[in-house]
């Protein structure tokens, strides 16, 4: 009995990690952007030294760079909300069912 119950904290646990992982994330994510759209459409420029100027071209990239991290950020999103898509749990389940099925008659064969 408390092996389960060690086994449902630990699981608890694990969850509450991976939440906090994401809405990290989920806030470096829009503090990066915020930042880099502020420098490419000039908005911080006047708060930089007369040395350090940059022009808004320098910061075309950042288009791109908000594409790619969208998508990292939904596979982040699946892999979190993983046990809310019914067609991911229903796979898994598939594939175990065909690797236990594979091992059985790969004991079978050796009996």
Known sequence: MENLEN??????LQRVKELKD????LMIFFAVNIVLYL???????PYLPDEFQLKPYYFTWVDIHLVIWLVILAVHTVY???????????WEERQ?????Q??????????
Do not use: C, P, S, W
């Open 80 to 90: 979190l909300f993983r046990y809310k898509f019914t067609f991911l749990r229903k």
């Open 7 to 12: 086994n449902k904290y630990n699981r608890a």
């Open 22 to 25: 994401f809405f990290r994330h």
């Open 102 to 111: 594979k091992d059985e008659e790969e004991l079978k064969k050796y009996k």
């Open 39 to 45: 420098f490419r459409f000039g908005v911080l420029q």
């Open 96 to 100: 175990i069912q065909k690797y236990m």
